[in-house]
């Protein structure tokens, strides 16, 4: 496992603010940002501020920042990025009054899939994406809780990948996420824990 410098990522979109402090780094988020193809809104948004590193083959990486969201679809997390139309993100999101932990896969269109996780308010929350072969592996979990699957999505093998940190503040001007951790490691060892995952 090694840390990722704050300051070794580019902005997909630059955010209203950054601070790097000791117990690291304060992103706010800009008023409508957001990252969406099409699917249902019928809106493409591509406004998202992702820091993003590279993602070789056979590597994971990790963000963990703090849970306090109060407005509707603030979001944080781990961001996947190929091209424009080609990404992941994964984190936990409040959605209709949830705090949810999801992902949206985008090939061309965004899918989205959430799941409740109303416990993890105020607590360090972990998201791992896990590249191998032909796929994206999405794990996350709360504090030092089990890692739980949240999603297998495909990436091509032979792509040019960056990854890292991300927020979005769809319906309000002040979200400001404190993120803790920014890591790579080895990639998982495989999909299900019992054959011998990370």
């Not at 139309?85 to 209709?96: H, I, N, Q």
Request: hydrophobic content about 40%; proline content about 5%; charged content about 25%.
């Amino acid at each position: 496992m090694t840390d990722i410098a704050w300051d070794s990522g580019q902005w997909t979109n630059e955010p209203k603010a950054v601070q790097v402090a000791d117990e690291g780094m304060h992103v706010t988020a800009r008023e409508g940002s957001d990252a969406w193809r099409t699917t249902s809104y019928g809106f493409v948004h591509d406004t998202e501020h992702a820091l993003l590193n590279d993602l070789p083959q056979g590597t994971a990486v990790e963000v963990s920042f703090r849970l306090d969201f109060t407005a509707q679809f603030d979001q944080a997390g781990v961001f996947v990025r190929v091209d424009e139309s080609t990404w992941v993100k994964a984190g936990v999101e409040l959605s209709d009054g949830e705090q949810s932990l999801g992902a949206v896969v985008t090939r061309g269109e965004s899918d989205w899939s959430l799941s409740p996780v109303p416990d993890w308010a105020g607590r360090e929350v972990t998201v791992r994406a896990s590249r191998s072969g032909d796929a994206l592996t999405v794990r996350a979990r709360v504090d030092a809780e089990p890692w739980r699957l949240v999603r297998v999505a495909p990436l091509p093998v032979d792509a040019v990948v960056g990854a890292g940190p991300f927020c979005c503040a769809p319906s309000r001007a002040d979200l400001t996420v404190h993120f803790t951790a920014w890591r790579q490691t080895t990639a998982d060892a495989s999909l299900h824990p019992d054959d011998g995952d990370a």
